[in-house]
């Protein structure tokens, strides 16, 4: 079993800054991409940005200069700093991973976090 930890979300004031934190743990052969999603309400759930094992990203267009995802292998976490953070960013913010589970036979899962709130207001 894997499991995906968030941490890092709460209440910020428009313009300002979270770092949020997600961690792997389990029976974890090796872990392939690592981004992070977010569902604000009434909307759907949304790629927000992603990192590849080599350190290769992606992100949406919305949060682009603004966000910015990285990875430790070696402690099999992600984290997204946000800056710049505009009221439209609340919303529940899940990692997702894609993991390569078991000690052999090997599994192939997509894993999500429970999410954590983030919400962007004066």
């Known amino acids: 079993q894997v499991q995906l930890v968030e941490s890092g979300g709460g209440l910020v004031q428009p313009g300002g800054s979270l770092r949020l934190s997600c961690v792997a743990s389990?029976?974890?052969?090796?872990?392939?991409?690592m981004g992070w999603y977010r569902q604000a309400p009434g909307k759907q759930r949304e790629l927000v940005a992603a990192i590849t094992r080599v350190g290769t990203t992606t992100y949406a267009d919305s949060v682009k200069g603004r966000f910015t995802v990285s990875r430790d292998n070696a402690k099999n976490t992600v984290n997204l700093q946000m800056n710049s953070l505009k009221p439209e960013g609340t919303a529940v913010y899940y990692c997702?991973?894609?993991?390569?589970?078991?000690?052999?036979?090997?599994?192939?899962?997509?894993?999500w976090g429970q999410g954590t709130l983030v919400t962007v207001s004066s």
């Open positions: 997702n991973a894609g993991v390569i589970a078991g000690n052999g036979p090997y599994r192939s899962l997509e894993v």
């Open positions: 389990g029976s974890i052969f090796t872990i392939n991409a």
